[in-house]
């Protein structure tokens, strides 16, 4: 039953819907999209009806980590709640949890339009957003008003100007979004691999800027678990030097990964790219991060997760938690449903009677 209505829901989004909504300019059907999601989330009728069109839930995809009761293994990454304005409605459409963000210590209001492209052959989005947000004071005050019904993760960069270039500058910035939200939230990701701000190559991906920065993170108690979310282009010494650096701090794991920037997509303009485009780079960077900790940090994993295959692959090859925007986009919402069914499937056939028994079971890397 569930699956049949998620095939005809999947069926005419695919061939009725996305097919106006990519007629228009994808920043304005995005913004059009987190409204109606905004307005759903106010009444307790609207959430209901839409717990029913969309939800699936199963035990085998329950899982408690680091402290965190997660329902089912699928978020919302971060990016496309840039201004918290979900977290009402997404529990209904069958998300397990979303990272809100990336929150910048200054309001921005990001880089000048058009900032998202479509590339429907690569089934890739090219984004080039720039951080914009509120500012971590204005989104920390909207934020504290609100109860969560499922975990919600905050997403912290610095505010997208030359002057965080600086070392230091770049600290501060991070620690005032950091120290904003101790109260707020299920978690940390510390965003360290924007391909889209001003700076030519992001500094605290540089092990050396990221030891100082971490010193600042964990100079007062840490009240939750931090993440830290890599780029899918690093070359190998940087990624060895950035994962050494992060022995030495309780980091908790790692989001593997943010946007690609590959050459190959260059000729396509200003960005990063989503979607089919980093699959491949974001599951070596799950593996090789899995392999080098022997699977003692969390990872959530994120990039070109379109169905219930690719969100698997993903987790045998060590994600414990998966993100996605993309292939929401492409396939529809109950595409979250649908991947959460697939997955349960799996882990039945395969003999696991939990997801976290699957984990890094297929890392070969
Ligand atoms: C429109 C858009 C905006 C994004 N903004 C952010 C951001 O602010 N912070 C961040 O860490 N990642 C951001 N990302 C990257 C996503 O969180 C995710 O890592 C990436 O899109 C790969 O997942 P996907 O292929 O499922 O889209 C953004 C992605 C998209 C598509």
Known sequence: MIKLRNKVIGFLYRNI??????????????????????????????????HYMFDY??????????????????????????????????????????????????????????RLYRLPKEKTLRVNYGLK????????????????????????????????AQVQVGVE?????????????AYFTINISCPNTCEEKPIFAMPENLNVLLAKIFSIP??????????????????QGILEVCQNYPVDGFVCSNLTKAN????????????????????????????FYGGKKIIIGSGGVFNAEDAYRKIKL?????????????QGPQVIGEINQ??????????????????GQGNNF
Not at 79 to 85: E, Q, T
Not at 264 to 290: R, T
Request: proline content about 6%; hydrophobic content about 40%.
């Open 17 to 50: 819907l996305k097919p106006v909504f990519f007629l228009f300019d994808p920043e304005e059907i995005h913004d059009f999209m987190t409204a109606c999601g905004e307005l759903l989330g106010k009444s307790s009728i609207t959430r209901s009806l839409t």
């Open 57 to 114: 839930s199963n035990k085998s995809l329950q899982q408690n980590i680091l402290g965190i009761n997660f329902v089912n293994p699928i978020g919302l990454s971060a990016g496309f709640d840039k201004d918290a304005r979900l977290m009402d409605i997404l529990p209904s459409v069958g998300f397990g949890f979303e990272e809100v963000g990336s929150f910048t210590a200054k309001p921005y209001g990001g880089n000048p339009k058009p």
């Open 133 to 164: 947000n509120f500012g971590a004071k204005v989104l920390h005050e909207q934020m504290s008003e609100k109860k969560f019904a499922f975990p919600v993760g905050i997403s912290i960069a610095k505010t997208n100007t030359p002057q965080t």
């Open 173 to 185: 910035d991070y620690f005032y979004s950091y120290s904003t939200f101790q109260d707020v939230g």
């Open 222 to 239: 840490k009240v939750k678990p931090v993440f830290i979310k890599l780029s899918p282009d690093l070359p190998e010494i940087q990624l």
């Open 264 to 291: 190959k997509f260059n000729h396509y303009g200003k960005g990063g790219f989503s979607g089919k485009a980093v699959e491949g780079l974001s599951n070596a960077l799950v593996a090789k991060v899995y392999k």
């Open 318 to 330: 060590g994600a414990s938690l998966i993100q996605l925007i993309t292939g929401m986009i492409w």
């Open 342 to 359: 697939g997955l349960a499937e799996f882990l039945k056939k395969d003999g696991y009677k939990n997801i976290s028994e699957a984990v």
